[in-house]
C-alpha cells in the first residue's frame, strides 16, 4: 500500500445504510460552534422545513411534471377566438407529425418553412376550430434547436397574433 492511498483511506467513512435517521440526529445535536439562539432559529427553520416536505404528498411523476400544464413560451399570447369559432381543442399526434421542421439554420429558408406549415395547417383544421389559434399552438412544434431557443428568448407577451408569429 502506498502512502497516498493510506491517506486517502484514512479519510473515507462508513457507509451509513440509514444516512436520513442519522442526519436527524445530527440536526437535534447542538452545535458549540454555533450561538445558542443561532442553533435554535436553524433548527426552527429546519423543523419548518421538514414539516412542510412531509405534507408534501405528491408523487414523482407528478412533482416531475408540476409547471409544464401550459408549457407554451411565454413569449405567445393567445388571442380570443373569432365569434363562431372555438379556442378550445386539442393537437392531435397526427398534425404533430406532418409539421415541417426548422432548425434555424442558415442553409435553411424561414418563408418556405413557413409557407409549408401553413399548407399543412389548413389541410388538418378542424372545422369549428380557429385556425390562426392552430397555427399559433402547433408551432412551437415546428422549430428546432437554434429555432426553438429563439422562440423561448423573446420578451413575455411578444407575439399575440399569427401575424406577428410570422
Known sequence: MTRSSQHIRANILEFDDDFERTLRRKRKQPNP???SSKAESEKEEVEEEEK???A???????????????????CIQYPRAAPDKTDEF??????????????GLSMEDPNK?????????SSMTPINV?????????????????????????????????????
Open 33 to 35: 460552534s454555533l450561538s
Open 52 to 54: 412542510v416536505m412531509a
Open 56 to 74: 408534501d404528498n405528491r408523487t414523482i411523476k407528478e412533482l416531475s411534471a408540476s409547471g409544464l400544464d401550459n408549457a407554451v413560451p411565454i
Open 90 to 103: 386539442e393537437l392531435k399526434s397526427s398534425l404533430l407529425h406532418h409539421i415541417p421542421k426548422y432548425h
Open 113 to 121: 418553412h413557413l409557407k409549408e406549415f401553413e399548407v399543412v395547417c
Open 130 to 166: 380557429d385556425g390562426n389559434i392552430l397555427k399559433m399552438k402547433a408551432f412551437p412544434f415546428s422549430l428546432l434547436e437554434k429555432a426553438k431557443d429563439w422562440l423561448y428568448e423573446l420578451a413575455p407577451r411578444t407575439i399575440t397574433s399569427w401575424e406577428s408569429m410570422k
